[in-house]
């Protein structure tokens, strides 16, 4: 209502999406005038997914039913072993924000093969090996992720 928006309109209701970039706010003194002496503004969200300050389309999105988030989906084959995760270890990505996602195998196995909805990664150049382990991003994702790999 605060904003203009009509709430008791049930069409509006549906139709609204909240976005929010939180931030954890430490208070050294509450009497303080000095935003950087006396407040130390932690933008957690930055680190943790790809959130951009003041960029709204980027924020964690909540509608009618709560966060407007996607699952993760992976269907693994081949006789090597390996993981295939979001990097922060989450099982959902946030609908429009890039994700990367982090493949480890082990003994030495490699990735054979990398679809992610349809679309070969590998072929695409999307699959990229950095220390040791497999990263591909998954950029501003609409729809569930499935990702189909094979490891050898």
Same mark, same amino acid.
């Given at each position: 209502? =605060?904003?203009?928006?009509? @709430?008791? %309109?049930?069409?509006?209701? %549906?139709?609204? @999406?909240?976005? !929010?970039?939180?931030?954890?706010?430490? +208070? *050294?003194?509450?009497?303080?005038?000095?935003?950087?002496?006396?407040?130390?503004? &932690?933008?957690? &969200? $930055?680190?943790?997914?790809? /959130?951009?300050?003041? %960029?709204? +389309?980027? =924020?964690?999105? =909540?509608?009618?039913?709560?966060? !407007?988030?996607?699952?993760?989906?992976?269907?693994?084959?081949?006789?090597? $072993?390996?993981? @295939?995760?979001?990097? +922060?270890?989450?099982?959902? @990505?946030? +609908?429009?924000?890039?994700?990367?996602?982090?493949?480890?195998?082990?003994?030495?196995?490699?990735?054979?093969?990398?679809?992610?909805?349809?679309?070969?990664?590998?072929?695409?150049?999307?699959?990229?090996? /950095?220390?040791?382990? *497999? $990263?591909?991003?998954?950029?501003?994702?609409?729809?569930? /992720?499935?990702?189909? !790999?094979? !490891?050898?």
């Amino acid at each position: 209502e =605060f904003c203009g928006y009509n @709430v008791k %309109n049930e069409e509006e209701q %549906n139709a609204l @999406v909240l976005g !929010i970039d939180p931030v954890h706010i430490f +208070s *050294y003194n509450y009497a303080g005038t000095d935003e950087h002496a006396d407040r130390l503004w &932690s933008q957690w &969200s $930055r680190n943790y997914k790809q /959130i951009e300050w003041l %960029n709204p +389309s980027t =924020f964690f999105h =909540f509608g009618k039913d709560g966060l !407007i988030s996607h699952k993760i989906i992976v269907n693994k084959t081949g006789s090597g $072993r390996g993981t @295939v995760a979001e990097k +922060s270890g989450l099982d959902y @990505v946030l +609908s429009g924000v890039d994700t990367t996602f982090v493949v480890k195998t082990v003994n030495g196995a490699s990735v054979k093969k990398l679809l992610v909805n349809g679309v070969d990664y590998m072929a695409a150049g999307k699959l990229n090996q /950095i220390s040791g382990e *497999y $990263r591909f991003v998954v950029e501003k994702p609409t729809q569930d /992720i499935v990702i189909d !790999i094979e !490891i050898d």
